[in-house]
């Protein structure tokens, strides 16, 4: 039988049922927590003579008499809660930041409204051109070419500087039109 003093739980206890002689947690058949019955609690051998108390030897019997144990105790609710409440805001977003972006998107001029909303229309490209498309590059003597065919077969030097991008993104205007590796009609 062990009291529950280390948690401070003075009225409380825990009996350990053990097979045999031997001790071992291998022979232990049955454990079960109990509370002390208030009616005969005055029974027990340590409360015989009148106003007899249990002796606390030390200190060291309760886990609570420690100075860092009550720390841990205010201190994790208070991390753990300051950890969600910036988890939250991070993932959330501040609204703060929101309605700040809000204000400053209501108070701007005219002027600058109009030109954001040039800025954000759809540009009408160029079309693509159904007569050249390109072939291949060509690099000789620090000068670089793309070469074009047209739907006949002919072929054409353009320097690469009228194009943009690189690889199979390549395209450039010629002759009114965008041409790139898939322009063209092919026969």
């Known amino acids: 039988m062990q009291k529950h003093v280390g948690l ?4 409380r206890y825990r009996v350990d049922v053990f097979q045999g002689k031997n001790l071992a947690k291998k022979n232990r058949t049955n454990s ?4 002390y019955d208030k009616k005969i609690f005055e029974l027990y051998k340590s409360y015989e003579s009148d106003g007899a108390r249990e002796a606390v030897t030390d200190s060291r019997q309760s886990i609570f008499s420690s100075f860092w144990v009550k720390v841990w105790i205010i201190l994790l609710p208070l991390a753990l809660f300051y950890c969600g409440y910036n988890l939250y805001i991070f993932l959330n977003g501040s609204e703060s930041e929101v309605s700040h972006n809000t204000e400053q998107a209501k108070f701007a001029s005219d002027e600058n409204h109009n030109d954001i909303v040039i800025h954000l229309l ?4 160029k079309p693509l051109s159904t007569k050249w498309r ?13 070469i074009l065919a047209d739907n006949e077969n002919r072929l054409r030097l353009e320097p690469s500087s009228q194009f943009s991008f690189s690889g ?20």
């Open 134 to 146: 390109i072939t291949g590059e060509l690099k000789r003597d620090n000068k670089s070419f793309v």
């Open 168 to 187: 199979r993104m390549l395209q450039g205007e010629i002759d009114g039109g965008i041409v790139s590796y898939f322009s063209g009609e092919s026969k």
């Open 8 to 11: 401070g739980l003075r009225n």
């Open 32 to 35: 079960y927590q109990e509370k």
């Open 122 to 125: 759809p540009t009408i490209g």
